[in-house]
């Protein structure tokens, strides 16, 4: 299983709007094959950052099968308008769980 966790710098005053559009976006994603689960996180200190997790069986399920989708345009067009910067996704691995 891999873990991604990707950063949004989302525009000042359009969290509300980036929160109602990530509503319709997790059902696109959640279509994708290799899709186990995710969560979006807003951050307390900081109202323009927000932090999804998205669970994916394989790297490639991300990568390939998500990115280069159809999926993934309808993804993009929805939050895209609340972007203030481009988003940063990283991919980790399991080392250790309690």
């Known amino acids: 299983m891999i873990?991604?966790?990707a950063t949004f710098d989302i525009k000042e005053?359009?969290?509300t709007a980036f929160?109602?559009?990530?509503?319709?976006?997790?059902l696109v994603v959640s279509k994708s094959k290799g899709?186990?689960?995710l969560e979006c996180q807003h951050c307390i200190e900081i109202p323009t950052k927000f932090v999804i997790l998205i669970h994916w069986e394989t790297l490639e399920d991300h990568t390939i099968g998500f990115r280069e989708s159809d999926?993934?345009?309808?993804?993009?067009a929805l939050?895209?308008?609340?972007?203030?910067?481009?988003?940063v996704a990283?991919?980790?691995e399991i080392i250790t769980k309690i």
């Open 3 to 5: 873990l991604e966790i």
């Open 13 to 15: 005053q359009s969290q």
């Open 71 to 76: 999926l993934f345009v309808q993804w993009r």
């Open 35 to 37: 899709f186990l689960g």
């Open 19 to 26: 929160t109602a559009a990530f509503q319709e976006a997790k």
């Open 90 to 92: 990283e991919h980790f």
């Open 79 to 87: 939050l895209s308008p609340h972007f203030q910067n481009p988003p």
